[in-house]
């Protein structure tokens, strides 16, 4: 029978707890050839705080579900089901459905962006939001106001419109380099 990935829901919060608790009834049970792998999908997200401070940490892409690469029957499907904190398989009609290879890659893809690192994605985020005024604070253009225009967390920059020369400019700026306006 072949392998397949499942979405296992869970506690929020219980995923690590979840991911130990199921390799060891695997191993209690005898069941590496059946249930083979374990994910819990995360990215890095870089918080750009107030005064351009960076905290970077690893965040679960889907928090409350874990994927699980195995072939299902009633022996594996008791095994993982009655993991503490799980609470059901994703899936129709209470019956686990698998994720297509497409959906395995879309998701691994987002959490690995470079197939051949093991590293998350990494994601800026901030409290700046397009159309609030921000002050560039650091580079060739310190001491402009603008006003934003675009957010790009992938790439941890903005578009913003600052006036030079009496006209409005697009430019593109680090999250670092600018602060908000109150």
């Not at 374990?38 to 107030?50: F, R, S």
């Not at 940490?57 to 072939?71: N, Q, S, T």
């Not at 893809?109 to 998350?120: E, G, Q, T």
């Amino acid at each position: 029978m072949a392998k397949r990935w499942y979405v296992v829901h869970t506690y929020s919060g219980y995923e690590n707890k979840v991911k130990t608790d199921l390799e060891h009834r695997i191993d209690t049970y005898n069941m590496r050839d059946q249930i083979v792998d374990i994910q819990i999908p995360m990215e890095e997200v870089t918080k750009l705080k107030e005064g351009g401070e960076r905290i970077t940490k690893d965040e679960k892409v889907f928090p409350g579900y874990v994927l699980v690469r195995m072939e299902i029957d009633d022996n594996t499907w008791a095994v993982v089901r009655n993991t503490p904190g799980v609470t059901g398989f994703a899936g129709i009609g209470g019956k686990p459905t698998p994720l297509r290879r497409s959906e395995y890659d879309k998701i691994m893809r987002r959490v690995n962006p470079r197939s051949d690192s093991s590293a998350p994605a990494k994601i800026t985020t901030t409290d700046i939001e397009v159309g609030q005024s921000i002050h560039v604070v650091s580079g060739p253009l310190a001491d402009f106001d603008g006003t934003v225009s675009e957010i790009m967390p992938e790439s941890g920059k903005i578009k913003v419109m600052l006036t030079i020369f009496g006209r409005e400019t697009p430019v593109e700026l680090t999250m670092d380099q600018v602060a908000s306006i109150n």
